[in-house]
């Protein structure tokens, strides 16, 4: 089955930097990659996805990668703020597939 | 409101106390899943659902059943909970039949820790 690794675990910044979260895919077939974002106490949500017929996706300050020959995909925060302090979390789905399979988070805290 | 409904939000119960965790949508929509978070284990799925009376395995499905009696229920069922079954659970539905397709997005409900002494 699809395993996939998200990298690193925990993440600090200061207010205004950037941040990068990779993760890595084990299953050629994926095709669709959404990133959710939980802030503390809260479900999970969605922030942005890609799919694979696209190389990159933007919206706002965030930013989605895709590699599908290295089978990476990233995510980009430009300009954070304290507002995106929370655990962020990768994915993959098959074409057509019924799982989605779950990177295991990275914590993010961005410091005033 | 369009959401995810899950009962309870917190449940502390003892070994082999069967117990029930209720979902509940009111999109009409076809997929329903379940999935447990773990520190570092990101959410792993239990079982899900494509539509009314067909349920298949997740990836840890061991001691868990799961029913889709109707279209907008989707009870997660813990015949003989033990302390490794301790973790926040999150029910999740979907518009379509299939992920991976177009409008898959994930729509969660709010969690339910469960803790088992």
């Known amino acids: 089955g699809e395993n996939v690794e998200q990298h690193p675990s925990t993440l600090s910044v200061q207010e205004g930097d950037s941040a990068v979260i990779k993760c890595t895919y084990s299953?050629?077939?994926?095709?669709?990659f959404p990133w959710y974002k939980q802030e503390l106490g809260k479900r999970p949500q969605l922030i942005i996805d890609?799919?694979?017929?696209?190389g990159e996706k933007k919206d706002q300050r965030i930013a989605v990668t895709l590699n599908k020959t290295a089978k990476h995909f990233s995510l980009h925060i430009t300009e954070t703020q304290p507002e995106d302090s929370a655990v962020y979390f990768c994915?993959?789905?098959?074409?057509?597939?019924?799982?989605?399979?779950f990177g295991g988070g990275t914590r993010v805290l961005v410091k005033p | 409101e369009a959401q995810v409904t899950q009962n309870p939000r917190y449940l502390i119960t003892v070994t082999g106390k069967k117990l029930t965790v209720t979902c509940s949508q009111n999109?009409?929509?076809?997929?329903m899943s379940w999935y447990r978070q773990d520190p570092g284990l990101g959410l792993r799925q239990i079982y899900y659902?494509?539509?009314?009376?067909?349920?298949d395995k997740g990836d840890v499905p061991e001691g868990y059943k799961v029913s889709r009696k109707e279209k907008r229920n989707f009870p997660l069922i813990l015949e003989s909970p033990s302390p490794n079954q301790t973790s926040l659970y999150f029910c999740?539905?979907?518009?379509?039949?299939?992920?991976?397709?177009?409008?898959?997005?994930?729509?969660f409900g709010s969690g339910t820790q469960l803790s088992v002494l």
């Open positions: 999109m009409n929509h076809e997929y």
């Open positions: 994915a993959a789905v098959k074409a057509a597939g019924n799982k989605l399979t």
């Open positions: 299953d050629s077939a994926s095709n669709y």
């Open positions: 659902s494509m539509n009314v009376e067909v349920t």
């Open positions: 999740a539905s979907s518009p379509t039949p299939t992920l991976g397709v177009v409008n898959e997005k994930l729509f």
């Open positions: 890609i799919r694979s017929n696209v």
